[in-house]
C-alpha cells in the first residue's frame, strides 16, 4: 500500500517526518541509517536539514549516512551525489558519511565493497530516500537495464547510463531497496505529475516504470508530493 502525502511544502513535510524515525530509529537501536537521493529534488531538503534550527534537531553522531547511487565521477565532481549533499548538508553535521566510490577504475570491485559495508550493518537500513526520474527511473535503476533483474545483489555497477549525465554508476539493487525499514519518495513540480501517476496507478510494468519495483517487504512506502506533481493521480 503507497501511503500518499500531499502537501504545499514536501521538503518541510519531509524534514518532520525524518526527525521522527531518526528518534524511533536511535531510542530503539542507538542509530538510524538514513540512505540519501541524488539528483536536483533532494537538495532543498538537505539545505534545509543543514539550517541551525533543524540541524539542531539530530543527534547527527548516531547516524549513519549511506547513498542510493552514485554517479561513475570523482567526489568533488559537480556531478556526485556525494558532492551535492556534502556541499548542501553533510559538510555541515557529525554524521558518519559512507560514500559510494564512483571514482574508482574498477566500479564492480567499488560495488562488492560498498554492498559489504551495508551488509556489515547486521540489521535493514532504517530509511531510503528516492527521487523519481523523467523516465520513471530510481536510484539508478534504468528501464530495461540488466540491473532490475539482480536478485541477491544488494550493490551494483551498471553500463553508462541512458540518459544524462551519461557516465557509469553505482546503484542498489531492489533486494537492497526492499529490505529497508521505510521507503520514502519526494517528488515536486509538474513535470513529475505525469510520471507520478503512472507509476501509482498505471499498469504494473517494472521494465517500463523502475520506480514501480519499489516494495518494501517489511517495511512502508511513502510518496511526498506537492500538488503539481499529484495533480493526475486518483486520490
Ligand atoms: C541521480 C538520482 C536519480 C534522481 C532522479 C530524479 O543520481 O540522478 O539518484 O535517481 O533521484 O533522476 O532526479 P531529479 O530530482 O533531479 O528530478
Known amino acids: 500500500m503507497n501511503n500518499l502525502r500531499?502537501?504545499?511544502?514536501?521538503?518541510?513535510?519531509?524534514?518532520?517526518?525524518?526527525?521522527?524515525?531518526?528518534?524511533?530509529?536511535?531510542?530503539?537501536?542507538?542509530?538510524?541509517?538514513?540512505?540519501?537521493?541524488?539528483?536536483?529534488?533532494?537538495?532543498?531538503?538537505y539545505e534545509l536539514l543543514a539550517t541551525p534550527d533543524w540541524k539542531s534537531r539530530f543527534e547527527w553522531e548516531k547516524c549513519d549516512i549511506f547513498f542510493g547511487d552514485e554517479r561513475a565521477v570523482a567526489p568533488d565532481d559537480a556531478l556526485s551525489n556525494f558532492k551535492m549533499a556534502s556541499d548542501a548538508l553533510l559538510?555541515?553535521?557529525?554524521?558518519?558519511?559512507?560514500?559510494?566510490?564512483?571514482?574508482?577504475?574498477?566500479?564492480?570491485?567499488?560495488?562488492?565493497?560498498?554492498?559489504?559495508?551495508?551488509?556489515a550493518l547486521g540489521s535493514p537500513l532504517d530509511l531510503i530516500l528516492l527521487g523519481l526520474?523523467?523516465?520513471?527511473?530510481?536510484?539508478?535503476?534504468?528501464?530495461?537495464s540488466p540491473q532490475l533483474?539482480?536478485?541477491?545483489?544488494w550493490v551494483t555497477a551498471t553500463p553508462v547510463a541512458p540518459m544524462?549525465?551519461?557516465?557509469?554508476?553505482?546503484?542498489?539493487?531492489?533486494?537492497?531497496?526492499?529490505a529497508a525499514r521505510k521507503v520514502w519518495f519526494l517528488a515536486?513540480?509538474?513535470?513529475?505529475?505525469?510520471?507520478?501517476a503512472?507509476?501509482?496507478?498505471g499498469p504494473r510494468d517494472v521494465q517500463s516504470l523502475p520506480s514501480q519495483g519499489v516494495a518494501p517487504r517489511n517495511g512502508e512506502l511513502v510518496w511526498?508530493?506537492?500538488?503539481?506533481?499529484?495533480?493526475?493521480?486518483?486520490?
Open 6 to 45: 500531499v502537501s504545499e511544502n514536501p521538503v518541510a513535510d519531509l524534514a518532520s517526518q525524518l526527525e521522527i524515525a531518526a528518534r524511533e530509529a536511535i531510542k530503539a537501536r542507538g542509530n538510524f541509517s538514513l540512505v540519501l537521493s541524488g539528483g536536483s529534488t533532494p537538495r532543498a531538503l
Open 164 to 178: 544524462e549525465p551519461r557516465v557509469r554508476r553505482l546503484t542498489l539493487s531492489f533486494p537492497a531497496i526492499n
Open 91 to 119: 559538510s555541515r553535521v557529525a554524521a558518519r558519511v559512507h560514500r559510494m566510490e564512483g571514482e574508482r577504475i574498477d566500479l564492480e570491485s567499488a560495488a562488492r565493497d560498498y554492498e559489504t559495508k551495508l551488509r
Open 133 to 144: 526520474g523523467d523516465d520513471g527511473h530510481t536510484a539508478s535503476l534504468f528501464p530495461y
Open 198 to 201: 503512472e507509476v501509482l496507478d
Open 224 to 235: 511526498f508530493l506537492d500538488e503539481e506533481a499529484a495533480r493526475d493521480i486518483s486520490r
Open 188 to 196: 515536486s513540480g509538474a513535470g513529475k505529475a505525469e510520471r507520478v
Open 149 to 153: 533483474n539482480e536478485v541477491e545483489g
